[in-house]
Nanobody, 115 residues
Framework: QVQLVESGGGLVQAGGSLRLSCAVS????????MGWYRQAPGKQRELVAL???????NYADSVKGRFTISRDNAKNTMYLQIDSLKPEDTAVYYC?????????WGQGTQVTVSS
């Protein structure tokens, strides 16, 4: 199994930046891919960004150019750099990993953007 712990959320004004972190432990070498999702109040969880083991990244159209996903394998940590924050980015952000066909989730970290 893979364990994931997010951190770095908070309250920020529109236009500001945050960097979310996802600490990874467990069967790290079996991970095929990782990513970030978010869930706003009253809405379904949606994909934000994905990163492969080859560091290829894909983004939702709504965050392209503002969000950057990355990973530091030496630190067993994945990041999500969020710039030019908008009120509509307010959500709980979850990191996720797939290992041997099993998806694991972190507990989530709250991002709140004030206008």
């Amino acid at each position: 199994q893979v364990q994931l712990v997010e951190s770095g959320g908070g309250l920020v004004q529109a236009g500001g930046s945050l960097r979310l972190s996802c600490a990874v432990s467990g069967r790290i070498f079996s991970i095929n891919g990782m990513g970030w999702y978010r869930q706003a109040p009253g809405k379904q969880r949606e994909l934000v960004a994905l990163i492969t083991n080859g560091d290829n990244a894909n983004y939702a159209d709504s965050v392209k150019g503002r969000f950057t996903i990355s990973r530091d394998n030496a630190k067993n940590t994945m990041y999500l750099q969020i710039d030019s924050l908008k009120p509509e980015d307010t959500a709980v952000y979850y990191c996720t990993a797939v290992a041997k066909g099993i998806r694991s989730w972190g507990q989530g970290t709250q991002v709140t953007v004030s206008s």
